[in-house]
């Protein structure tokens, strides 16, 4: 209530898992839409569900392994093949021909036929990963995605034309334009009211959230230089 009402900061609520989350600091403005180069490292994250909504989220990682959400899916009723096809029809249609496809470990389940869902997903041309579900150290990865890291260029750019005053910005952007249900549910996504190391999950639409968690498994920390207390850089003439 206090970041709301004195700092303006109408993201910030009580129980909020995400409380480094800054709509100002993590989302790229419609207005700065801007295309994700090819050669960035792309990912999906996939959080299965039929008549509960079935989340996509659209991962690139950049040179300093910042993690940018270009594309959604958030859907009900959509059953497993058009799935499939849904999501190779946009990786398509984008020219993306080498997207890591993470999803949630209940795909592979028996469900008395011969195929799983991810049996399913593959026949229709998308293959998959089998995401690892821990969740606390998802979460955790999470939660360091949103902390800062060494300045992106989109705020760079920003800092040179006044528009940003810092030398850091986040690990992880979303694009408002491309995202709005991740925009809309995982900033409110709340924490546990037993373990707090968790995200709530019963009544909660954590399904962007999850998917999101899936890639963070996946693709692991982000490197940081380690500079000790007696770190002397070199000169010009060392190097």
Known sequence: RRAAMRDGDWDATAGQFFSQWSRARHVIPKEDTFNI?????????????IHDAWAVIWIALDNNSRMWGYREYCLSDVMAPQQAQLILAAEVAAKEDSVVHVADPSMWGQRGTPYSIADIYGLEGVGLLKANNDRVVGWSLCHERLNEGPICEYHQHKKDIGQ?????????????????????????LPRDDIRPDD??????????????RYVNMYAGHFARPIFYED?????????
Request: glycine content about 4%; some cysteine.
């Open 37 to 49: 180069p090819m050669e960035w490292q792309r990912y999906a994250g996939i959080d299965y569900g």
């Open 164 to 188: 940003w005053h810092e030398d850091t910005c986040p690990m992880f952007h979303v694009f408002e334009s491309a995202c709005p249900k991740f925009i809309e549910t995982v900033p409110t």
């Open 199 to 212: 995200a709530k999950t019963r009544n909660v639409e954590d399904h962007m959230a999850d998917a999101w």
């Open 231 to 239: 770190y002397t850089p070199p000169t010009a003439q060392q190097m």
